[in-house]
């Protein structure tokens, strides 16, 4: 996570470098700190020639962006750009790629990759010549064509909505109260996640701070991924979700309990609402691990920790709450992306409502 912040008079520059390794250097103004990232982003000042080979390009590439990118959206780029374009088209000159070369390489990758994999791997190709045309390299990008090819790879909605799983209001009743009888320290946060729709990362980030008791809302600012790196959430933009009655009063009591708890060892307590025993931040295989051991036994097929967002969102709709409040409670960006995936759970039928127009006719 790339940031400038403010300490003790001085601005801060937190980044990590092309090879991940992070760097935290101090500047007397913001404007030099700026300065400085922008030069980072930019990459050593060195000639580039339209001639080098798209594998040359490719590894400046991404060392120029890394800096200012997202751990996740770095890992993405190498395993798009090392595992599949590289090798394909790899030792081709920049000034030769053409048209032809992107539409054979996506004929390859849908037969080996998923529709949205072979999305990710011919987005990525698409940014980075695009940088190359910026950069003087290349007159025009030979994958922006490929636009068409992306839309002919794009999910069919009816295919996205069968790959999302929820439990049914029966499901997730059992869930939790095996979940509050067998796995206790974990009853808080899975429940958190059933009824805010927060990402296991970001109910994992959430701190005390982050409570706000008088509005009844949590303010997702951070999330955990990896080996415990800590990020802004996926959409890089705060928000505030709303806190149900019930969640608030587990959250108070955890509150309570936690609070007492860490008064007896002797020890302050961390600012994570759900840290592990030695205070540090829980991870995202923990949680799996635990909540798989609930479905066991409970006897319920199989869920992943993510399944317990798109359960609260499919309740939402199904009990007819407006899309547009569903979006904002998950933090979509584009309320289409709410609609694309939870589009078979909201109501189609509602004789009424043509009925109550004649209503507004008779008054």
């Known amino acids: 996570m790339t940031c400038i912040r403010k300490r003790r008079g001085t601005w801060v520059l937190d980044y990590r470098d092309g090879t991940g390794r992070r760097t935290v250097r101090s500047f007397p103004t913001k404007g030099d700190a700026q300065a400085e990232l922008g030069r980072l982003a930019l990459g050593p000042q060195t000639t580039v020639s339209g001639d080098v080979r798209l594998a040359e390009w490719a590894t400046r590439w991404r060392a120029q962006n890394s800096p200012t990118l997202r751990t996740s959206t770095v890992e993405q780029y190498r395993w798009a750009m090392e595992r599949y374009v590289v090798p394909a088209l790899g030792r081709i000159q920049l000034r030769e790629l053409e048209r032809g070369h992107i539409r054979g390489l996506a004929a390859d990758l849908l037969g080996k990759l998923s529709r949205k994999s072979t999305r990710l791997v011919l987005g990525t190709l698409h940014t980075c010549l695009q940088d ?88 997702i600012c951070r999330q955990i991924v990896g080996n415990k790196r800590l990020e802004y959430p996926k959409t890089s933009k705060t928000r505030a979700v709303d806190l149900s009655s019930s969640l608030q009063e587990i959250l108070k009591t955890w509150d309570r309990d936690t609070a007492a708890g860490w008064l007896e060892r002797g020890k302050p307590r961390p600012d994570w609402i759900f840290p592990t025993r030695t205070g540090t931040s829980m991870t995202r295989y923990y949680i799996t691990k635990v909540m798989n051991r609930i479905l066991r036994k ?27 409040y569903v979006q904002r409670q998950l933090g979509h960006s584009d309320i289409r992306l709410t609609t694309g995936l939870y589009g078979r759970w909201l109501p189609t039928e509602n004789r009424a409502a043509v009925d109550r127009l004649d209503e507004e006719k008779a008054r």
């Open 132 to 219: 190359a045309v910026e950069d003087g390299l290349l007159l025009t990008n030979p994958a922006a064509q490929g636009r068409s090819l992306l839309r002919k790879v794009e999910p069919e909605p009816a295919a996205v909505e069968e790959r999302v799983r929820a439990m049914d209001r029966e499901q997730l009743q059992v869930f939790l109260s095996i979940a509050l009888k067998h796995e206790a320290r974990l009853h808080p946060i899975l429940y958190l996640m059933s009824r805010t729709g927060a990402r296991v990362g970001e109910a994992l980030g959430l701190q005390w701070p982050d409570l706000d008791w008088r509005r009844g809302q949590a303010r």
């Open 298 to 324: 409970a006897g319920l097929p199989h869920f992943s920790p993510h399944d317990l967002r798109h359960t609260y969102a499919s309740q939402l709709l199904q009990q007819g709450e407006s899309p547009a």
